[in-house]
């Protein structure tokens, strides 16, 4: 039996600057109205008329447009038969529309939940999940192994699971296939094909790797438990990662969560299960003593190994504090102690390695435990004075956090997780004011412009005004909740 999801609402707001030139969308600009729950009504719909109209490719997003439209980003420069799958692209957009739907039941928000979840139909590869992009251009599209577009051949059939990518895809389509009752037969058969991939992608040892476009053979993946290496190169080996056991942004702790998530929405224990498989393999590669946390990566011979030319092996003070959280996580949902057992010598550990202000280094070189960088040239170093700008070699702190959260969960007995029931949304203050704001800065075509450039277009692009599907996502979400809001009271 289906079980019906409650989906979460996001708990955060953005408020951006509009263009200079922009119009306020009516009346709703005067302080001295309170904003009605007709005129957030209509601005959420002119809104969502206008991405549908202006800035859609079949029902696809990119995460940046420049204000005129001419130019259009994903992680990287894009034309208009491109769009975006990896976050804040396509799902993200999606998600928004959905929980606008959700709230206000208003058919053409339903329409436009519809039209992007067939626009991940069209781009599912025949390895079940995505890549970053999907193309609709005829010749950029026949390179693609897309399901819907006959068989794979020898075309390009590589799901990604990295920066949440496919998982994002497979969260917001698992969704809307419950909020429609499982009753599109297009969207229900394209999570389940992607959900079943995914579990004939993992590991014998339970884990995922970033890239996969077939399942693996499980005799070349022996189940073992992490150790160092007796040396490894200081020098980038530019080796193939892609099969690599990986946390690298979260690609396993994302994937678990997708699991359990498909396990509610499906009442399918195969998906549950999965998910524990991943977290025995979280136990069997937390590294031994001196250095009791995870590293990015590890090879077939479950030892930390190079991905990219700045990701040396090492253990990682960024993805260990996201697998503490999985762990937390994992034992909330099955009440199996096991889990919790690495936590305290993984803290205590990632305390003793903290920098002098609080921070955590990326990486630790194996054993020795020294914080290691890279300089602007990609040269390996124990200096954190000439660090490349586009990645995060220092990282935050939340192990305060995460350990008072092991505390409460040792402290009370344990207790199966309860669905959560939508609850009506109240009218605050804060609320009322984020959403007068977003109504403010909608300007007369539906658009919120903002004041920024565009990263992948050069110094000489004029663009100084853009449109984010980030913050689209977030006003849309605003919108919603005032009006579910006001109708409440």
Not at 175 to 188: G, L
Request: glycine share 4%; proline share 6%; hydrophobic share 35%.
């Amino acid at each position: 039996m289906h079980t019906r999801f409650a989906l979460i609402a996001l708990s955060f707001v953005c408020l951006v600057d509009s263009t200079p030139n922009a119009t306020a969308l009516d009346a709703s600009s005067d302080q001295s109205n309170p904003l009605s729950l007709v005129q957030a009504e209509r601005s959420l719909q002119k809104a969502v008329t206008f991405l549908r109209g202006k800035l859609s490719t079949d029902g696809g997003y990119v995460w940046l447009y420049s204000d005129d439209l001419s130019r259009r980003e994903g992680e990287g420069k894009v034309g208009s038969t491109t769009v975006w799958v990896q976050p804040p692209g396509t799902p993200a957009v999606g998600e928004a529309l959905l929980l606008a739907y959700e709230r206000t039941r208003q058919s053409y928000l339903a329409d436009a939940v519809k039209e992007t979840a067939m626009c991940l139909v069209r781009g599912q590869l025949h390895s079940g999940g995505w890549d970053y992009r999907i193309e609709f251009a005829p010749k950029e599209r026949s390179r693609y192994a897309y399901r819907v577009d006959g068989p794979a051949d020898k075309k390009r059939n590589v799901t990604t699971l990295d920066d949440n990518t496919s998982q994002a895809a497979i969260r917001f389509l698992m969704r809307a296939d419950a909020t429609f009752q499982f009753k599109n037969e297009s969207i229900h058969e394209a999570a389940a094909y992607a959900l079943s991939h995914l579990v004939d992608a993992q590991y014998p040892n339970g884990a995922w790797p970033q890239r996969f476009d077939r399942p693996p053979e499980a005799a070349e993946y022996p189940v073992l438990k992490a150790s160092y290496p007796e040396s490894w190169s200081r020098e980038f080996p530019k080796s193939d990662y892609k099969e690599y056991y990986t946390y690298n942004d979260n690609t396993i702790v994302d994937t678990i969560e997708l699991m359990f998530e498909a396990a509610e929405i499906y009442d399918e224990h195969r998906y549950f299960e999965s998910a524990v498989r991943a977290g025995r393999f979280i136990l069997l590669s937390q590294m031994p003593d001196p250095q009791p946390a995870w590293a990015q990566q590890y090879n077939a011979k479950m030892q930390p190994a190079w991905a990219r030319k700045f990701e040396p092996p090492a253990i990682t003070g960024g993805e260990s504090q996201k697998v503490l959280q999985a762990l937390l996580e994992i034992y909330r949902h099955t009440g199996d102690k096991t889990f919790l057992d690495p936590i305290p010598q993984a803290i205590a550990y990632l305390k003793r390695s903290q920098l002098a202000d609080g921070r955590l280094a990326r990486f630790y070189e194996l054993r020795t435990n020294n914080p290691l960088f890279f300089t602007m040239d990609y040269q390996l170093t124990y200096g954190s004075d000439d660090m490349p700008t586009h990645y995060a070699f220092i990282v935050g702190s939340n192990l305060e956090r995460i350990e008072k959260q092991y505390q409460r969960t040792i402290g009370e007995p344990w207790k199966p997780i309860q669905r959560k029931l939508s609850q009506p949304f109240r009218m605050t203050p804060t609320l009322t004011s984020d959403a007068e704001q977003v109504v403010q800065r909608l300007d007369l075509r539906g658009a919120w412009s903002e004041t920024a450039r565009l990263k992948y277009h050069g110094e000489d692009d004029p663009t100084r005004n853009v449109l984010s599907m980030r913050t689209l996502a977030k006003n849309i979400e605003v919108l919603s909740r005032y009006i579910a809001a006001a109708k409440a009271e």
